[in-house]
C-alpha cells in the first residue's frame, strides 16, 4: 500500500486515565502502558498501526509537556517537531487546532485523521481499509467523518451516533442523524436494537481546509488567538505555546465544532474496537474478543470457563466468577467467593471492587489520595 503524502495523523496522548486507577497513574497514564499483553504501549500500538499506512513524518503526537520523555523513550523515531506538547489539558479542541494549523502548513491539502491513542483495534488491515476510505472521503467533500462500529451490547459508558441515509455506498459512509453521548441503559438497548446506532469510536477525519474553517466559525473564543495559531509553525519551542494556549478554553471537538457543522458523516467500520475507558468496559471487551475467533487476545490475557479475566497476572479462582485481576509481574492472586470484581495493584496499591461501582472507584481513589505518586 503506498502511503499518500495528502494524508495525515494527529495521536492524542495527553489524557491521565484515572478510571483505571491505580494501575494507570497521572505520572504514567494508561496509554503510556501495556495493557494488552503485545509488548507495546498503547501509544506505541496506535503508532505502529497509522504508520502502516501513513508516512512516518506525517504522524504527529498531541501531549502534555510533562510527558514529553516518555515520548522521547517508547517513540524515539519521532522527531521533536512532530510532537505538540501542551503546557495545560483544554480539551480535545485546542490540540486538534493547533495541529490542523500547522499540518495545514506543511500540504493545504492535508487529510487529517484524529485518534485516541488508548485504544484496541483487532483487525489492523480492515481498519487501515475503513481510515483510508473516509480519509478518501473527506479529501473530495466538505465535512467530518466519524468512524463507528457496531454495538455488540447496550453499553452506557459509550457515545452513540444515528447513522442516517448512505451518501457514499463503496466506503459505507451516511449522513448523521443524531449523537447521544452516554445513554442510560434502557436508550441504550434500544439504540442496539434499531441497527440505526454505531458506537462512536472518537476517531474522526477530515480536511484541514475544513476544519480551520469552522473552528474560526462557530468557535468564538478562537478567534482572537488563531491568527496566532495559523502563524505557527510545527518548529515552534515549547516555551512559545502559552502566550496563547494558558487563554483557550477547555471544549471539546464534539461539542464545539462536530455537532455543529451540519457536514457530519459517519462511516459504518468493520473494524474490531475496544475502548479502554474502565476496567468494566475491559473485563467485558476481552471476553467477548476471547469468545471471538478472529479477535482474541494476546496470550498473556487469559479467561477462563466462568469469564474470568487475568491480565500479566497468575491467579486462582475458586467459586469464584466474572473477575479480573490485573497485578504486578510476579504477583498471585488467590480469589474465593467473589463475582464480578476487579482486583488491580500497581506500587504498593491493591484496589479491590465491584466492576460496575466506577463511583466507589473514584471515591477510593481519592480516599487513598495516591494518584500522582
Known amino acids: 500500500m503506498q502511503p499518500s503524502t495528502d494524508n495525515f495523523c494527529l495521536i ?16 504514567k497514564p494508561k496509554q503510556f502502558l501495556d495493557f494488552g499483553g503485545t509488548g507495546h504501549t498503547l501509544l ?20 502534555l509537556e510533562g510527558y514529553l520523555p516518555i515520548i522521547h523513550e517508547q517513540l ?9 506538547a501542551e503546557p495545560i489539558r483544554r480539551g480535545t479542541l485546542a490540540p486538534v487546532t493547533w495541529a490542523t494549523s500547522a499540518i495545514s502548513r506543511i500540504n493545504p491539502r492535508a487529510r487529517i485523521a484524529v485518534s485516541p491513542s488508548d485504544q484496541v483495534i483487532y483487525d489492523p ?24 462500529v457496531e454495538p455488540t451490547r447496550p453499553e452506557t459508558a459509550f457515545g452513540y451516533i444515528q447513522a442516517g441515509e448512505v451518501v457514499d455506498v463503496q466506503a459505507n459512509i451516511h449522513s448523521v442523524k443524531t449523537f447521544t453521548e452516554k445513554p442510560d441503559t434502557t436508550f441504550a438497548r434500544m439504540f442496539m436494537e434499531s441497527g440505526e446506532f454505531l458506537w462512536n ?14 473552528i474560526v466559525k462557530h468557535v468564538p473564543e478562537y478567534r482572537d488567538e488563531f491568527p496566532e495559531l495559523a502563524n505557527l509553525g510545527v518548529t515552534a519551542a515549547t516555551d512559545e505555546v502559552p502566550r496563547y494556549y494558558n487563554a483557550l478554553p477547555n471544549l471539546s471537538m464534539e461539542y464545539a465544532v462536530l455537532e455543529r457543522t ?16 474502565s476496567w468494566h468496559s475491559i473485563g467485558t471487551d476481552i471476553q467477548l474478543a476471547h469468545a471471538s475467533r478472529r479477535n482474541r487476545p494476546a496470550s498473556d490475557v ?29 504477583k498471585m492472586a488467590v480469589v474465593s467467593g467473589l463475582q464480578g470484581y476487579v482486583i488491580a495493584e500497581a506500587d504498593g496499591v491493591l484496589m479491590i471492587c465491584p466492576k460496575s461501582d466506577t463511583a466507589a472507584m473514584r471515591r477510593l481513589q481519592t480516599l487513598a489520595n495516591l494518584d500522582s505518586l
Request: include cysteine.
Open 262 to 277: 451540519g457536514h457530519n458523516y459517519v462511516q459504518r467500520c468493520h473494524f474490531g474496537w475496544a475502548d479502554l475507558g
Open 125 to 148: 488491515q480492515c481498519f487501515a481499509d475503513d481510515i483510508l476510505r473516509g480519509m478518501d472521503f473527506a479529501g473530495t467533500h466538505d465535512g467530518v467523518v466519524s468512524m463507528g
Open 302 to 330: 487469559k479467561v477462563d470457563g466462568r469469564a474470568n479475566v487475568t491480565m500479566h497476572s497468575e491467579a486462582l479462582f475458586d467459586n469464584a466468577s466474572d473477575n479480573l485481576v490485573r497485578l504486578a509481574a510476579g
Open 201 to 214: 469510536t472518537g476517531l474522526f477525519v477530515f480536511g484541514a481546509h475544513y476544519m480551520l474553517h469552522n
Open 76 to 84: 524515539p523515531q519521532l522527531p521533536r517537531n512532530q510532537i505538540l
Open 44 to 63: 506505541q500500538e496506535t503508532f505502529n498501526r497509522f504508520s502502516q499506512f501513513i508516512p512516518h513524518e506525517n504522524i504527529f503526537v498531541s501531549t
Open 12 to 27: 492524542l496522548a495527553g489524557g491521565v486515565g484515572s478510571r483505571l486507577w491505580p494501575v494507570s497513574r497521572e505520572r
